[in-house]
Each structure stands twice: as structure tokens, then as C-alpha cells.
């Protein structure tokens, strides 16, 4: 097979534990639209994007939450232009009380001007909001590896 340059992501799929309470993190603290939500017991859906373009759809089909010690997704991660926008998320998702897995922005790794922020959805799944440019002078978590490796 050979690679085209059509080839990428089209969504991402995630399991949640309860449809609305993932539905009220997603829509009203990440910013995205539902176009399309199924509501049917047990079988609850909603298909997430931005523009009417789908990026992610939540399954309501999980009866536990995360688990970093099983195979299966590491982290999803956004990303958006500026720094000052992922300041603008921090403060939004800590007036909610999210849960952040650093203190602040951190760099993607040593020396790095690219970095965000690390937090947790209501199902424990990590997430991450970074910017290419404007965290040359934030903390490095972990000298040795990159800051969205290891839990």
C-alpha cells in the first residue's frame, strides 16, 4: 500500500461511563458542537466537531472509568494556535475544577517553545491543550522523556 497525502485522522472514538456528564465537559468547557447525539438506552452516542466537521464521538458504554495501565489510548490531545489560548482553557477548566495532571503550562520537552496543559476528563481520560510556540520558558516535568509520555 502506499501512503497518500489523503491519509488521516477522521475521529476519534472514546468510552465514557455517562453520556451527559461527558457531554457537558466535551460541549460546554472544550467548545464543541453535538451533531448528532443517539438516545436510546444503551446505545447512547454523541458525535462532537467544530464547523459541522466530526472529530470525536462518545460511547456510553463503559462501566469504568481510564485505566493508563491497560493498552488502548495514551492521551488525546488538541491543539490551538497561541499560548494565551491555552491559558484561556486553564482558566476555564479550573474554575470547574478540573483535574490537572501539572501545575500550569509545561513544555513538550527541554528546550522546547512548543508545550500547554495536562488534565483529566470526567472519566479520567488525559488530555492535553498545547500551542507550537510560547512555552520556551515554562517547566519540564521529566528531563528524560517528553512531557505527555509517562503517567
Known amino acids: 500500500m502506499t501512503a497518500t497525502s489523503t491519509f488521516r485522522t477522521g475521529h476519534i472514538g472514546l468510552n ?3 453520556l451527559d456528564r461527558s457531554l457537558a465537559f ?3 468547557l472544550l467548545g464543541f458542537e453535538v451533531l448528532s447525539e443517539g438516545k436510546e438506552d444503551g ?3 454523541a458525535l462532537l466537531g467544530r464547523g459541522g466537521q466530526l472529530s470525536l464521538t462518545l460511547w456510553q458504554q463503559s462501566a469504568q472509568g481510564f485505566a493508563p495501565d491497560r493498552a488502548g489510548l495514551h492521551h488525546l490531545a488538541f491543539a490551538v494556535d497561541t499560548v494565551d489560548e491555552v491559558r484561556a482553557y486553564e482558566s476555564e477548566l479550573r474554575a470547574h475544577g478540573v483535574e490537572f495532571a501539572y501545575e500550569g503550562i509545561v513544555a513538550h ?3 522546547a517553545a512548543s508545550g500547554g496543559i495536562f488534565f483529566h476528563d470526567p ?3 488525559r488530555l492535553e491543550i ?3 510556540l510560547g512555552a520556551e520558558s515554562a517547566p519540564v516535568p521529566v528531563a528524560a522523556a517528553p512531557t505527555c509520555g509517562f503517567f
Request: net charge neutral; charged share 45%; aromatic share 12%.
Open 123 to 125: 472519566d479520567g481520560i
Open 43 to 45: 446505545r447512547r452516542f
Open 130 to 132: 498545547s500551542a507550537p
Open 16 to 18: 465514557v461511563t455517562d
Open 26 to 28: 466535551y460541549r460546554d
Open 109 to 111: 520537552r527541554e528546550g
